[in-house]
């Protein structure tokens, strides 16, 4: 449809690459270079022109910023019970800006801290479900036959299987510890990924580069790396900003639950100390809320980011255009 | 951006006006204009007079009635351009039954009808657009298109995609019905052979304007205008010497609508291009009798025109 | 390049009785879309494959290329027979380089120009100067000056333009071969003869050979030296482009040029579709179509029993002048007692 003149040079920015005289390897390597900061361009530029996306990245980089230096914001001794600075449940103060909890600690502190917990487990447990569901998705797409069907079939037993129960089974069983979260996480949440990479796999196959990869001499691997990989990326980058989200809330439920590990300070398991402390009855509402909203804050944020990167990335899906 | 600019054309009741030029030179959009087809966002001036009456300034309701029973459209993709969740039958009798020409039997009966007069068994009606070959999906968007007994028939690219032997298929189909009927009809395609063959008159577009316009059998085997020309050699006679072996293009590409070239718009891959063609653009002038080419090197006194490089 | 060397004589692709067979579906038969088809093609030589679609022609070309294996029968290359194992068929694939109809489908959206080109360098290891390489495959494509195409993508370029990265990128490998199917189909009329003036000077400057797959008889008088007509899996008649396409024999085609949008006489339109390569017809396989049993012409030959009855054999791969698989057509050739003129 786009036809473009031969004659002017390309308007992208894509200027020629200077014929210098250096190494081969060199050249290639900058070409490289070049073409990815083009494209990193381009995707920022586009991405700038949502303005939701922007609002959750700042808010996103916000919170990263304050979870990389709550040690040097508040202290790196706030989860410290033994010598907690306050008294047992204190109101809001100039000293604690949003009281203490039952030992005494600074609930704003502690706030700061579970922001690192939070943050990490949601990255990580996302991380380890979207490779999981990409490698399983592109296996199956591109073998097909008998081991896309046992694959899909066990896809599938995963995907209608409650993922919480499953999750609050594996941390049960499993030693408590940040890592249990993650992984509890991570494998209960593939199955969509998976069956979304399969789809956008079959489709990429049906391409006739494909074809034309083959004719080359590209093997399996190459097929799967150079072209499916590179295609489905868009697919999988936005999947991973989305579930990060719930990931994140899946943490806190496990946390709430009593799941999360017991030894660090967690969004989710100040709620469940609060509902412990009788916070709810008693009506503390500053032991309670900051946590559920700082919860539902990066929820959104990363929802937004999400959204955003998916309308750029996939420009069909997107209601910007 | 200017998808087309300036076009004049006339065609007379019952005449056959092919539509030449290459993807991107305004010929499809010039067919959805006709019948106000395009989306919001475009701006039409100019006049469009169908029975001579303006469709541009049409009522919403009267262009419903004149979109169906004045004239049809038969568009290229016949895959994407039938409901693949409906029986072809059904898609067939819909512009009857909802224009209320017709009772649900009656429409049943005009679908089986339609549908033996472009050479299908009017028990195909049942049949699902995937269960038909892509010749016989072209027959159901021409049996579609004649549902409500239109004047003019505007055909898209009617065969591209298709066989030779289903075009040729195609192509006879519509010109006897055209003739048995005595629809008008306007045939856009690349392939100035086959509009050549089917066609009374010739219009070649480039860049969004008629460029050459005249009997189509002047248009083909002697065209004026070097994109005529270029044209008109791509697709070489079998058993010509000249073109064995010789395939003939033009260099470069169509022109970005939106980036067009100043002067005459073709002169970047013009083969006999002067130095005025950068700047001047050229009107359309007379060739020969009833014939015009919009080229420099025309004059009505050389009927003969450049000769070809 | 290496193949200048090489005799005239002995082929640089050949295939014997080949037959591809894709089994049917919910218990259809099974489909014979090649069926037996012995095709040879010389160093530095031009075939065009023609037929409608559904003839089995992308079938063959793509069974010749060595991505569908055959069902039986054999292709060889180079006087070796091609082998199926990984590593042979890695080689093999060096040597024969395929360009498809739809440029824009063949190029990955995602890759420039530059990895488009490369991709085959990369996937055979190449020792020297990856870019100077694709550099000079995109020069000898009519891409000048290369560097500026090679960080574009494919949607910043012509369909012209695409086609020649399509071709630069089978260049690039230095191949014997050039498989094409439908190379200007989807191309605009203009284009199109660039692209096919491009296959020709090839040819004339590397001695590149290239089998085109196409239904466009007008492409094969373009640039074929050689064209075989194909129905229904089978070669049905070959030769000399000058031969076959001004003086067809067979029915088929002799029906396929008369339909051509500027043939002389009346055109021969043959109703229906292209039949099932699952129900291949007995005895020749046209005869249910063909014109010339249709008009009586056979009876009058006396072959028309032969036609609904007797297969006809495959033609040879290799021969000078034109060859027909056609009963009529046979006896109208060999004896000739003043009966019956064209």
């Not at chain 3, 000056?145 to 020649?164: A, K, N, T």
């Amino acid at each position: 449809m786009t036809t473009s003149e031969s004659t002017p040079p390309p308007e992208t920015g894509s200027t020629p690459p200077p014929a210098t005289g250096a190494a081969p390897q060199g050249k290639a390597r900058s070409l490289t270079w070049e073409r990815r900061r083009t494209s990193v361009a381009r995707f920022w530029r586009q991405y700038r022109s949502h303005r939701a996306g922007l609002y959750g990245l700042g808010a996103l980089l916000l919170i990263a910023a304050i979870a990389l230096a709550a040690p040097l914001l508040v202290g790196s001794d706030v989860q410290n019970v033994t010598g907690a600075p306050g008294k047992a449940l204190e109101s809001p103060s100039s000293r604690f800006p949003l009281g203490t909890d039952q030992y005494g600690r600074s609930l704003f502190g502690l706030l700061l801290y579970g922001a690192r917990i939070s943050l990490s487990v949601g990255l990580m447990a996302a991380a380890l479900s979207v490779a999981i569901g990409t490698l399983i998705g592109i296996l199956a797409g591109h073998f097909g036959g008998w081991f896309a069907t046992v694959v899909m079939r066990i896809t599938d037993w995963f995907l209608v299987m409650p993922a919480l129960v499953l999750a609050i089974v594996l941390a049960t069983v499993l030693s408590q510890s940040v890592w249990t979260v993650v992984l509890a996480i991570g494998v209960t949440s593939w199955p969509t990924t998976a069956r979304l990479v399969r789809a956008q796999t079959l489709a990429v196959e049906s391409r006739p580069y494909i074809e034309r990869a083959q004719a080359l001499g590209g093997g399996h691997g190459h097929i799967m790396a150079r072209h499916v990989l590179p295609n489905v990326m868009p697919l999988v980058l936005a999947q991973t900003t989305l579930l990060i989200s719930s990931a994140i809330l899946t943490e806190a439920t496990l946390a709430f639950l009593g799941l999360g590990d017991p030894n660090v300070v967690s969004w989710g398991g100040m709620l469940q100390e609060a509902r412990e402390t009788g916070a709810v009855s008693s009506g503390h509402w500053w032991y309670l809320a900051p946590p559920g909203l700082a919860i539902a804050v990066v929820a959104l944020a990363f929802t937004l980011c999400g959204r955003a990167v998916e309308s750029v990335l996939n420009p069909k899906l997107g209601t910007s255009r | 951006m200017h998808a087309v600019r300036g076009v004049d054309l006339t065609l007379a009741a019952g005449q056959k006006l092919g539509v030449a030029g290459e993807s991107g030179c305004g010929k499809s959009t010039l067919a959805l204009a006709l019948l106000r087809l395009l989306p919001a966002s475009a701006h039409l001036s100019g006049e469009i007079l169908l029975d001579g009456e303006d469709v541009l300034t049409m009522k919403w309701g009267r262009l419903r009635a004149v979109r169906w029973a004045g004239a049809s459209i038969v568009f290229q993709g016949a895959m994407h351009s039938l409901n693949a969740v409906h029986r072809i039958g059904d898609q067939i009798a819909e512009p009857l039954l909802i224009h209320g020409r017709a009772t649900p039997a009656a429409a049943r009966k005009r679908t089986a009808a339609l549908l033996e007069q472009v050479g299908l068994p009017a028990a195909r009606a049942d049949a699902y657009p995937h269960e038909l070959s892509g010749g016989q999906r072209q027959r159901v968007m021409i049996a579609m298109s004649l549902a409500c007994d239109p004047h003019l028939i505007v055909a898209d690219e009617p065969t591209t995609a298709l066989d030779v032997m289903i075009q040729a298929q195609i192509l006879r189909l519509i010109e006897q019905l055209v003739a048995d009927q005595n629809i008008s009809l306007l045939m856009i395609s690349h392939d100035l052979a086959v509009l050549a063959d089917t066609c009374d008159r010739l219009a070649v577009m480039y860049a969004g304007r008629v460029v050459e316009e005249g009997p189509a059998a002047a248009v083909h085997t002697a065209a004026h205008h070097p994109y005529a020309q270029a044209l008109s050699a791509a697709f070489p006679r079998i058993g010509d010497p000249a073109s064995r072996r010789a395939p003939r293009g033009l260099p470069g590409d169509p022109p970005d609508p939106a980036r067009l070239p100043t002067g005459c718009t073709f002169h970047p891959r013009c083969p006999v291009a002067l130095a005025s063609c950068t700047q001047d653009d050229q009107p359309l002038r007379e060739a020969a009798p009833h014939h015009h080419a919009a080229c420099v090197h025309v004059s009505p006194a050389i009927p003969q025109g450049v000769s070809a490089p | 390049m290496t193949t200048a060397e090489a005799p005239a004589t002995s082929p640089l692709l050949a295939s014997r009785a080949l037959h591809v067979t894709f089994p049917g579906r919910r218990g259809a038969p099974p489909a014979q879309a090649v069926d037996g088809v012995d095709l040879e093609l010389a160093p530095g030589e031009i075939v065009a494959l023609v037929g409608e679609s559904g003839c089995g022609k992308t079938t063959l070309a793509r069974t010749l290329l060595g991505l569908v294996r055959p069902t039986s029968g054999e292709v060889s290359f180079g006087g070796e027979t091609l082998d199926y194992r990984a590593r042979a068929l890695k080689a093999y694939r060096k040597r024969v380089q395929l360009v498809l109809q739809d440029p824009s489908g063949s190029l990955n959206p995602r890759h420039t120009v530059y990895d488009a080109v490369a991709e085959g360098l990369r996937i055979h290891g190449h020792p020297g100067d990856e870019r100077a390489a694709v550099a000079e495959a995109l020069s000898r494509a009519g891409l000048r000056p290369p560097e500026r195409f090679f960080l574009r993508y494919p949607h910043e370029l012509s369909g012209g333009q695409r086609q020649r990265v399509v071709i630069a990128g089978a260049l690039v490998l230095g191949p014997e071969l050039i498989v094409a199917d439908e190379p200007v189909a989807s191309l605009d009329a203009s284009v199109r003869g660039e692209i096919l003036a491009l296959l020709l000077k090839l040819r004339d400057e590397l001695g590149l050979s290239a089998l085109v797959v196409t239904h466009d008889l007008g492409l094969a008088w373009n640039i074929a030296d050689r064209v075989a007509v194909m129905y229904l899996g089978r070669i049905v008649e070959s030769g000399p482009v000058e031969d076959v396409l001004t003086h067809p024999q067979h029915p088929y085609t002799q029906a396929l040029l008369s339909v051509l949008p500027e043939a002389d006489g009346e055109p021969v339109v043959l109703s229906g579709e292209p039949p099932d390569p699952s129900r291949i017809p007995s005895g020749c396989r046209f005869h249910a179509r063909c014109q010339v049993l249709a008009s009586g012409r056979a009876e009058e030959a006396g072959v028309a029993d032969k036609c609904r009855t007797e297969p006809l054999p495959v033609l040879p791969a290799h021969a000078d002048g034109p060859q027909v698989a056609c009963h009529w057509a046979a006896a109208r050739r060999v004896p000739r007692p003043g009966g019956p003129q064209e």
